[in-house]
């Protein structure tokens, strides 16, 4: 019997959970197929998705309104890679292999250009660590 290489966990965290770990918890699942768990959550969880986020992510074909904002207490076990979106946040300690802060901007009160800019900017950045996941 030939076994199964197990799905790398990636771990996206952010404060209210609502727009940029969402995004990029969504492009790992884009990105990754098969291969990724991914999760997101955040330190003082919003309760809801932004609308941008999930307008934004739908004109990729990707359906965000059917996730949740969760928070951290509600994710167990190791990662293989814990991301931070630049929020400053002050996380819990999660255990993961790899640990990364990026620094990027909340979109949430940007134009639309400027949001579009960084949903494209944690796709691609997704895309390399996803690729650097041995």
Known sequence: MISATPKKRVLFVCVENANRSQMAEAF??????????????GSAPSGRINPKAIRYMAELGYD????????LDEIDGAFD???TMGCGDDC????????????LPDPKHMDDDAYRA??????????ALLASLP
Do not use: C, F, N, Y
């Not at 960084?118 to 895309?127: L, Y």
């Open 118 to 127: 960084v949903r494209d900017d944690i796709s691609t950045r997704v895309q």
């Open 28 to 41: 790992a699942r884009m990105h990754g197929g098969d291969r990724i768990e991914a999760h997101s959550a």
């Open 64 to 71: 965000l309104s059917a996730h949740a904002s969760k928070s």
């Open 81 to 83: 890679a814990v991301i």
């Open 92 to 103: 819990p300690w999660v255990p993961a292999q790899r640990r990364e802060d990026w620094a």
